[in-house]
């Protein structure tokens, strides 16, 4: 791997790293927002929160051992795709539980 090739690959994984821990904790500030939004108490709306974090550590579990066989770019772009369209798909959620639901896909 050449020099420039490293950089690259350092680059985009410290920006998928940065994008998994800010989708992750990005929803802190506003969750007595979305408690209004859905008539719902604020410790109950910190469920958006834990439901993002929850399904990463099984997942890694999981999965960990398949990335070392097959090799982690398909594993870096396809988990990269999934946070992505499940956090974009969050911000169009009608009810919480679509939220809640929304927000564990994007952890996996």
Same mark, same amino acid.
């Given at each position: 791997?050449?020099?420039? =090739? ?6 985009? $994984? &410290?920006?998928? !790293?940065?994008?998994? $821990?800010?989708?992750?904790? $990005?929803?802190? +500030? /506003? ?5 209004? =939004? ?5 410790? !109950?709306?910190?469920? /958006? !929160? @834990?439901?993002?974090? &929850? +399904? *990463? ?16 770019? $398909?594993?870096?772009?396809? &988990?990269?795709?999934?946070? *992505? @369209? #499940? !956090?974009?798909?969050?911000? #169009?959620?009608?009810? #919480?539980?679509?939220? /809640? ?5 994007? &952890?996996?």
């Amino acid at each position: 791997m050449s020099p420039r =090739e490293r950089r690259l690959l350092l680059g985009l $994984v &410290g920006s998928l !790293t940065f994008a998994s $821990v800010y989708a992750g904790f $990005v929803m802190a +500030p /506003v969750l007595t927002q979305i408690a209004g =939004e859905f008539a719902i108490s604020t410790g !109950t709306a910190g469920l /958006v !929160t @834990a439901a993002y974090g &929850g +399904p *990463g550590i099984l997942t890694s579990l999981l999965m960990g051992p398949y990335s070392d066989r097959f090799g982690r770019r $398909v594993f870096l772009v396809a &988990g990269a795709f999934v946070m *992505g @369209a #499940f !956090t974009l798909l969050s911000a #169009f959620a009608t009810s #919480f539980e679509m939220l /809640v639901a929304l927000r564990a896909l994007a &952890g996996i």
